[in-house]
């Protein structure tokens, strides 16, 4: 089973920038598909991106354009680029692992973002 640590979260101004990362250890890094996604006060998890472990990316409508979601094999690590930062981002963002052999999914505990001025 992978475990996940968010790490990267924090206040920023409205247009601002951050940089997520989760760094995952206990497994096989390459096997897993990972994604970012978030949560704020009453509402759903939201999905935000994934990028598989071959590369390939995908993003919800409401972040395209300004997040981009990469990963370091070497690193075993995952990061979220976040631009143009909107009050409406802030919420808890949490990365997710999704084993590409048994479709089973890791949380980790996630990082607060708030975007105010």
């Known amino acids: 089973q992978v475990q996940l640590v968010e790490s990267g979260g924090g206040l920023v101004q409205p247009g601002g920038s951050l940089r997520l990362s989760c760094a995952a250890s206990?497994?096989?890094?390459?096997?897993?598909?990972m994604g970012w996604y978030r949560q704020a006060p009453g509402k759903q998890r939201e999905f935000l991106a994934r990028i598989t472990n071959g590369g390939s990316t995908n993003y919800a409508d409401s972040v395209k354009g300004r997040f981009t979601i990469s990963r370091d094999n070497a690193k075993n690590t995952v990061y979220l680029q976040m631009n143009s930062l909107k009050p409406e981002d802030t919420a808890v963002y949490y990365c997710n692992a999704e084993n590409i052999l048994t479709n089973t999914g890791s949380w980790g505990q996630g990082t607060q973002v708030t975007v105010s001025s």
């Open positions: 206990g497994s096989i890094f390459g096997l897993y598909n």
